[in-house]
């Protein structure tokens, strides 16, 4: 698991805690009215995160959030970005990589973010350059593996409930994996990169085709209803 060689968590990644309950207000989306300074979002509670399943987003909740909050601009937003890594800060760390993309990333209606809530811990790589995917993919198998769980359950403090503070996971001694298993990442990267971009652009074709035979079918009911075709009995 280890090169013998460490950094700290704090100097390659951004620990940012989930949104407190004063920053937002859950909201009817049947009802929406547009407040100033306020943005639309979607909070993400313990139960639409699973380390099988990235995200379930039937389990997040329609909210108004600060607009500051949620600023792409901002580089702590808890806002969740494709490759973030999310540890579930509540009595037994479990951690997810958001590796899935826009999609799945943003409400499918009206592209609101998800954000984490309090009992969620977003780890965002600092340097967005080479390698990103493969070095997001690393840090979050090496923070899941049962030897780092193991110090993250050490960590951990409080009586009825035990939770992770900020400081000790920036703190935390991060192994860095061996030279060759870097160079490696760089195509295994690109491969991904590639596969993802095959599969976007099947999921639109066939969001087309369905379009189409939507309307074709649609036209085909009412041809029937105004008799211009017969009912099939």
């Given at each position: ?6 950094v700290k ?5 951004e620990?940012?805690?989930?949104v ?13 009215v ?16 699973d ?6 987003q ?6 108004w959030?600060?607009s500051?909050?949620?600023?792409r ?44 809530t ?12 080479g390698y ?15 030897k780092?769980?193991?110090v ?17 996971l920036?703190?935390?001694d991060?192994?860095?994996p ?6 490696q990442?760089?195509t295994?990267e690109?491969?991904?990169a ?27 009911l009412?041809r029937?209803?105004t008799?211009?075709l017969?009912?099939?009995?």
């Amino acid at each position: 698991m280890s090169s013998g060689k460490t950094v700290k968590l704090g100097s390659i990644a951004e620990i940012i805690p989930g949104v407190s309950v004063r920053d937002y207000e859950l909201r009817d989306p049947a009802a929406d009215v547009l407040r100033e300074g306020m943005a639309k979002a979607y909070l993400v509670p313990i139960s639409a995160l699973d380390e099988e399943s990235p995200l379930k987003q039937d389990k997040t909740q329609p909210a108004w959030i600060k607009s500051s909050i949620v600023s792409r601009e901002a580089p702590r937003a808890p806002a969740f970005r494709q490759f973030d890594i999310v540890i579930i800060n509540r009595n037994e760390p479990r951690v997810v990589l958001i590796s899935e993309f826009e999609e799945t990333i943003c409400g499918e209606d009206d592209r609101a973010p998800n954000v984490a809530t309090g009992p969620l811990m977003i780890i965002r790589l600092k340097e967005q350059g080479g390698y990103f995917f493969w070095r997001a993919q690393y840090l979050a198998w090496w923070l899941g593996h049962h030897k780092s769980r193991r110090v993250l359950r050490r960590l951990m403090k409080g009586t009825t409930v035990k939770v992770l503070s900020r400081a000790d996971l920036e703190n935390l001694d991060v192994s860095l994996p061996p030279p060759n298993k870097r160079i490696q990442g760089a195509t295994t990267e690109k491969l991904i990169a590639d596969e993802a971009d095959k599969a976007k652009e099947l999921r639109r074709m066939l969001h087309e085709q369905a379009e189409l035979e939507y309307r074709r079918i649609q036209e085909v009911l009412y041809r029937m209803a105004t008799g211009e075709l017969p009912v099939i009995k």
